[in-house]
């Protein structure tokens, strides 16, 4: 392999020098230069800034696949490639490809997403051990990870060890999703996507698990839905569950009512938004990489958005073309697609993809070679090494491809099209036609100047559904690929575009826009007089509210007249969006059905999958729901997901949002405490000290907190694995009150420790019992995290502790809740709100945990 050519810069910038340029480069957008300079820009491991602007990324990426395009026949130069990606115009790498391509300062991998696994034979404890290293060895090299637990045995089976029968898939779930809370990708957390077959018997606790709060709060769930049991739903009939899944001989089964399991799974995504269903025998069927499953290419599981099936230790890297950029004369009477210019960026896009895995594989070569150096213990080592060697097998074999778009919502609005009617979804699917057709055609030209990938196998393929698609719509092709073969085993997918469609100034992937117009608010300064105050918050800070326009809704008004510096009221507002292609055409307008088919359309001619959320308002019925499920494995889509309005707290203010009756009230627990509450175990570290927390819990919410030092001389000392049990408050002889923790042992048999609050330094427990009173009169988490932020100690000793309580009790914050009187370490933004336990920057996207 060739080492990385791009030479090392020496200019470097200041993170303002880069913002300010930034600015200008996005033409005022401030949250586009956020993300870029915190996401993207080149930095080394201290934080230096060695790009300006995006012109800068854009040579460095040019010129590296400029280089590996002169190793081949007919090469594009670097100045070319440069043309198609500058600006993010038509052709757009994203995330792992965008920040590491070149990039001298991490050894990390281009691949966006991984799934890791087995071959669904083998449960042992090692080898779930194994799936947890793999999956944290991958998440520090940034990629995003999908596993399958369908291999785990049931709940009560019988084993071979001390424990003597299995504790079912939770535990293991909760395991993965903590490693995944550990690992740290240069400002966010990594991606998990945890996936079992409807046909395991513990597929209702799996399920379930996510709705207890606090729990498996690292992971996305999905269930793997297959044929059998969606007709058993419709014919509201019975189905029976195995273990081993597909075992003729299985060595556990039962039979349930179908309805009332798929009940349970759309009342959970109603009320949580998860499990998300992925439609199994339809991805398999589908799938051309299933056509070589004997030779390892057996789809199981996919990544954290469910855009990419996989088999085990493939991974994929994604690259989006921006579709808003090839309508002329856009929002104009006059407004046409430039189909010609697409069809030759779709070529080029494709050659591009396929010159990135050359670039990954001298990444993962590079990762090989950092392991074999590294001073640990070759044991110790090995499971990463022979991981990345199983990730380039796949990669130099199947040399699988990720493209995907961005901007369908503006692309239909720019040609006057609302987005979800049968016109609408017409277009969508000719254009995505188009995308499928010229890909596939690009990789047999491909193949023919550089080699098929190493197992293509036309006689294999011959009868999958896609590849007879591919041949009833343009035979030639298809005859040059039986002659040539393809350059990869899969080549198409729509993702998610997050902050690609931040920095592309356009909606996101396949979806309409959220909103033409909203809010936003900038925290006023205390001493600045003439500003303007919109609204104070329940701590006192005043706030002006201003409106912000979606980038392409701002160019409509341009090309209809209308003034975009004014201050319009918002009865001038509403009338402004309903003459316009967004009026009824935003996420929460659409007509979830025509959505839903729609997927399924443009799914025929998406050989990955799609990711798309179905997004509905708070008051839709559960039944709906299932109608949605139903419709979308009837329409041929390969998995959904729902999103109710509040059923997680959303991150954008919509512009004419009312409070709802009753929001911000507090609601309090019983006035008198339970004899016996459940209990939280909750272990972390300050200052390399050992803390442990035990936290009792009413509806699973924090009632009470006592901690401090554990597992020295001074301090708790209770086993490792515990993480559950009960508080039970007693009498001392003398009349007094105590708070004991009982937890079962190894053997089952119960244990107490008397006397919590006074296991702990008396300090901690007059402070405990203070914040245990706010927490048992109904106050917010993330109130009481910000109190105990605020309390000013003179001990370092107690501001230690102090940190502790905060830390242990940020699990507990509600997905969304804002972060009052906080600050973002990057941006500086105060704009912040928890996630999944982090503090997460509305405004940059960094993370903070703990």
């Known amino acids: 392999m060739h080492p990385t050519t791009f030479p090392i810069p020496t200019t470097n910038y200041t993170q303002k020098e880069a913002f300010e340029a930034s600015l200008i480069y996005f033409k005022g957008d401030d949250l586009a230069a956020r993300v870029w300079v915190n996401k993207y820009a080149l930095k080394d ?41 500058k600006n993010f115009k038509y052709i757009v790498p994203q995330g792992s490809p965008m920040a590491g391509i070149g990039n001298p300062f991490q050894i990390a991998s281009l691949s966006n997403c991984f799934v890791i696994g087995t071959d669904g034979t083998s449960d042992s404890y090692g080898g779930i051990m194994k799936i947890d290293q793999e999956q944290v060895q991958l998440m520090k090299r940034r990629g995003g990870v999908g596993h399958d637990l369908s291999h785990i045995r049931p709940k009560g089976s019988p084993v071979k060890n001390s424990a003597l029968t299995s504790t079912g898939l939770v535990p293991f779930m909760e395991r993965y999703s903590n490693s995944t809370r550990e690992v740290a990708q240069d400002g966010r957390r990594g991606a998990l996507m945890l996936s079992v077959s409807i046909n395991h018997p513990d597929v209702e606790d799996f399920i379930d698990a996510k709705m207890e709060q606090g729990k498996v709060t690292g992971a996305n769930i999905s269930v793997r839905m297959d044929d059998a049991f969606m007709k058993a739903v419709e014919a509201e009939d019975t189905y029976t569950q195995k273990f081993p899944i597909h075992s003729a001989d299985p060595k556990y089964s039962k039979e349930i009512e179908a309805s009332r399991l798929w009940e349970k799974i759309v009342h959970n995504a109603w009320k949580s938004a998860e499990p998300g269903i992925l439609f199994w025998d339809t991805i398999i069927r589908e799938s051309v990489p299933d056509c070589y499953a004997d030779l390892g290419y057996k789809t199981v599981s996919t990544n954290p958005c469910g855009e990419i099936p996989l088999c085990p230790y493939d991974s994929c890297r994604l690259l989006a073309i921006n579709l808003f950029s090839y309508v002329d004369a856009p929002f104009t009477e006059k407004a046409s697609f430039n189909f010609p210019l697409f069809k030759k960026h779709i070529a080029a896009a494709q050659r591009i993809m396929d010159d990135i895995i050359d670039l990954e594989l001298e990444k993962v070569d590079a990762i090989l070679n950092k392991i074999a150096d590294d001073p640990e213990e070759e044991a110790t080592k090995m499971v990463e090494y022979q991981l990345w060697q199983n990730i380039m097998k796949k990669a130099q074999e199947g040399r699988r491809t990720g493209i995907g778009i961005t901007a369908e919502g503006d692309l239909l609005a720019a040609l006057g099209l609302r ?56 035979e030639k092709l298809y005859y040059e690929m039986l002659e040539h073969g393809r350059r990869n085993i899969a080549l198409l997918t729509i993702a998610p575009t997050g902050t690609t469609s931040l920095m592309t100034q356009t909606t996101s992937g396949i979806e309409p826009v959220f909103l033409p117009v909203y809010k936003r608010r900038r925290k006023v300064n205390p001493n600045d007089k003439e500003a303007r105050v919109d609204f104070v918050d329940e701590v006192g800070d005043s706030w002006e509210e201003y409106l912000v326009f979606h980038h392409q809704f701002k160019a409509w008004m341009t090309a209809k007249g209308y003034d975009t510096d004014k201050k319009y009221s918002q009865d001038e507002i509403n009338a402004i969006v309903k003459k316009s292609p967004y009026y009824k055409a935003t996420s929460n307008d659409v007509d979830w059905l025509s959505k839903v088919r729609l997927q399924g359309a443009v799914q025929k001619w998406v050989d990955h999958s799609i990711s798309v959320t179905i997004n509905l308002p708070n008051d839709v019925s559960e039944e709906l729901v299932a109608q949605l499920y139903l419709e979308a494995w009837k329409a041929g889509c390969k998995g959904v997901t729902v999103y109710r309005d509040g059923s997680r707290s959303g991150v954008l ?198």
Not at 65 to 75: L, M
Not at 423 to 436: L, M, P, Q, Y
Not at 445 to 458: S, Y
């Open 419 to 474: 987005y979800g009617s049968k016109k609408a979804n017409e277009f969508s699917v000719e254009v995505h036609k188009t995308i499928a057709l010229e890909a596939y055609r690009a990789s047999v030209n491909t193949a023919r100047e550089r080699g098929a990938f190493e197992i293509f196998d036309a006689e294999r393929e011959k009868e999958n559904p896609f590849i007879l698609r591919l041949k009833e719509a343009d």
């Open 653 to 850: 203010i919509s512009n004419d949002g009312q409070k709802e009756e009753g929001k911000d009230t507090l609601t309090a627990f019983p006035t008198k405490r339970p004899q016996i509450l459940g209990a939280d175990v909750v272990r972390f570290q300050n200052n390399k000290e050992k803390w442990i927390a035990f936290i009792g819990l009413i509806e699973d919410q924090p009632y009470e907190i006592f901690t401090g030092l554990a597992d020295d001389e001074d301090g708790i000392l209770i086993p490792r694995w515990v993480d559950k049990g009960l508080i039970i408050k007693n009498r001392n002889e003398d009349g007094t009150s105590r708070y004991d923790f009982q937890y079962k042992n190894a053997r089952g048999y119960k244990t107490t420790i008397e006397g919590l609050s006074h296991k702990f330094d008396p300090e901690y427990w007059n402070y405990a019992k203070l914040i245990s009173s706010t927490l048992r009169h109904g106050m917010p988490i993330e109130k009481v995290v910000d109190l105990i932020g605020s309390l000013q100690l003179d001990s370092e000793q107690i501001n230690t502790w102090k940190n502790g309580v905060a830390r242990a009790l940020k699990r507990y914050v509600a997905d969304g809740a804002s972060a009052k009187g906080q600050q973002c370490s990057n941006c500086k933004s105060t704009n912040l709100i928890y996630q999944e336990g982090c503090l997460t920057c509305k405004d940059c996207g960094s993370s903070k945990c703990g």
């Open 45 to 85: 491991s201290d934080g230096n800034i060695y790009e300006r602007t995006p012109d800068d990324m854009h040579q460095r990426i040019a010129s590296e696949i400029a280089r590996v395009e002169a190793k081949y026949p007919n090469p594009m130069n670097g100045e070319e490639i440069f043309d198609l990606i």
